[in-house]
């Protein structure tokens, strides 16, 4: 018996160096199912951009609602002086909840963003505001904006009730990078208009991915935007519609 097992040995030995280098490869080639799939290796540019501008909605989103817990009510789309002018953008009014209440301390509320106080202060936008791969080193510029008016979820004067929001938090949309950008603590939203195209409003990364966060602090990074009918209804607070399947 044992004759015979030494027997075999040799003849696998004999096998094994005989066999050319290709074939020699091919035994130690790693198994196709065990191979990493080229589709899942991260992109550099989603890597770059995607999570980092997440982050930034989540956080807007967390001082929203902090905001919410303070005054009772969320902020308008903008702060009105007396004279009933427009002065600043509610991304300054969130700025203690985002950590910069220093920042926000020397802003002059009374007064237009470019007013030659507040106007110098735009250099100091928060990192926040900033969104990956679009907006420029250096820039005072903001994608991150909101909707206004006609049922959408902030309005220009009032603060809207988180519990007003009656289509619920999770189904309509609190801030999403816009198509243009603009000076960050300007009072300059996206003006919701039922009767028009929405898509018109959105912008994309550069990996041409929209991304929205939704009033309950989710984050909705997505392959491509939904019809113009969805939209009107994930921008709309109190419209009572089912969400369609293509958000």
């Known amino acids: ?42 992109n550099p540019r989603e890597v770059a951009t995607v999570a980092p501008s997440a982050n930034n909605l989540r956080r807007i989103a967390i001082a929203m609602h902090e905001y919410s817990d303070t005054n009772g009510v969320l902020p308008p789309a903008a702060y009105w002086n007396k004279a009933g002018q427009a002065c600043l953008s509610w991304r300054v009014l969130i700025l203690p909840q985002l950590g910069h209440e220093a920042l926000y301390k020397q802003f002059k509320l009374d007064e237009p963003w470019d007013s030659e106080h507040n106007k110098k202060l ?3 936008m928060p990192s926040v ?46 801030c999403t990078i816009a198509s243009t950008s603009v000076p960050w603590s300007k009072p300059d939203e996206l003006e919701f208009d039922p009767e028009k195209d929405p898509t018109k409003l959105f912008g994309a990364l550069p990996t041409g991915q929209p991304q929205v966060v939704m009033f309950d602090g989710t984050v909705k990074t997505l392959k491509k935007l939904p019809s113009k009918e969805t939209l009107k209804l994930l921008i709309q607070r109190n419209d009572g519609q089912v969400i369609p399947d293509d958000f």
């Open 122 to 124: 735009l250099a100091k």
């Open 129 to 174: 505001y900033a969104t990956p791969g679009l907006t420029k080193s250096g820039s005072t510029e903001t994608y991150y904006r909101v909707f206004v008016g006609n049922g959408a979820g902030f309005d220009w004067i009032f603060g809207t009730l988180l519990i007003k929001i009656l289509d619920g938090t999770v189904n309509t949309i609190m």
């Open 1 to 42: 018996m044992r004759r015979f097992l030494c027997g075999a040995l040799a003849l696998i030995a004999i096998a094994f160096s005989t066999l050319d280098a290709t074939e020699s490869q091919a035994l130690t080639r790693t198994p196709q199912h065990l191979k990493p799939d080229p589709k899942a290796v991260a």
